[in-house]
């Protein structure tokens, strides 16, 4: 869903007998890069015909696929946090071998910016060398933690966010979501329908008209309620980031109840209209952008590991 551009490069790649030995698929974590990886050494496998851009989806290949039961398919992901050492040389051992029923071995290392540090080396000889009738998938959130030795010997391609609206139709539809409920778990999934459906739990449990009213639209608060606030935001820095990507959206509504007359159908949080109609009446539109501004600074230093209680408290004394 919404990836045609890497899809129609692997077909065209199948079409013109050019498909490379190493591959790295590079994309927010469940945007759908394992899928494609699957669908693709369905296409390259297909027992339907030797010309097919795709898996059939109904010969034995393509289900045993499915099913990550073909000998000549592997999906190999972390124990623990981490791939290990031992999955690298168990899969060059079975790479030492033919196919055993396909045409083409296929392997899918996921996780690929997340491997322990003795990987990399070991890793690179296989990629050097790569044994004929085998293609290597490495799927990576971001190529910054990959070695450069390993991203020159892979075609890299890139799986890009999905708009928010395809998100949310696609949680409307195929899991059954309601409308309110769908846009906001879209606009917090970065693009990613897998995102969306992991934080499902999380976001229920986030007292969004407190946070609106007791801190993201009041006026001031008091040096005893700014550290109450610091206090009680979560202190794992996966959850923290959660919280502010909400408040973004609170604050994206104000700025939308500011400038579009309360246009309600416009808003992410539609169930709070009367509250954010209210809140938006007391600022001003220049007041509620520079605390986007100053928000989107704060999420950013704790992505790039700063401490979160002072880049908290310095973000409360910036908003006053």
Not at 185 to 203: D, F, Q, R, T
Not at 237 to 263: F, P, Q
Not at 307 to 318: D, G, R, W, Y
Request: aromatic share 4%.
């Amino acid at each position: 869903m919404g990836h045609e551009r890497p899809i129609n490069l692997l077909q065209r790649a199948i079409t013109q007998e050019k498909v490379v030995n190493s591959y790295l698929f590079l994309g927010n974590e469940g945007i759908g890069k394992s899928l494609v990886a699957l669908q693709f050494a369905k296409a390259l496998n297909c027992l339907e015909g030797e010309n097919r851009v795709d898996g059939c989806d109904r010969c034995a290949s393509c289900r045993k696929i499915d099913h990550l039961l073909h000998p000549d398919v592997s999906l190999i992901e972390p124990e623990g946090q981490t791939l290990k050492i031992e999955q690298v040389r168990q899969m060059q051992r079975s790479l030492a071998y033919r196919p055993y029923e396909g045409r083409r071995r296929v392997v899918i290392l996921t996780a690929a910016d997340r491997m322990a540090h003795d990987i990399p080396n070991t890793l690179l000889k296989t990629l050097e060398e790569p044994p004929l009738h085998t293609v290597i998938i490495l799927l990576a959130n971001n190529s910054r933690f990959i070695l450069p030795t390993i991203l020159s010997r892979c075609q890299s391609i890139r799986f890009n966010p999905l708009p928010s609206a395809l998100v949310s139709d696609w949680l409307m539809k195929e899991k059954g979501l309601e409308e309110n409920e769908a846009r906001l778990l879209a606009s917090l999934s970065e693009g990613s329908p897998g995102k969306a459906l992991e934080i499902k739990e999380e976001i229920a449990g986030i007292p969004r008209k407190e946070l609106l009213e007791g801190w993201v639209g009041a006026k001031s608060l008091s040096i005893e309620e700014k550290e109450g606030w610091v206090e009680s935001l979560p202190s794992g820095r996966e959850n923290l980031r959660l919280i502010l990507e909400m408040t973004k959206t609170l604050l994206r509504d104000l700025i939308v109840m500011k400038t579009s007359e309360g246009e309600g159908s416009r808003l992410i949080h539609s169930d709070l209209v009367e509250e954010l109609k209210e809140i938006a009446g007391a600022w001003s539109l220049s007041s509620l952008l520079r605390r986007t501004e100053i928000l989107h600074q704060t999420s950013r230093a704790i992505r790039g590991n700063a401490n979160t209680k002072l880049s908290l408290e310095a973000m409360m004394l910036s908003w006053a």
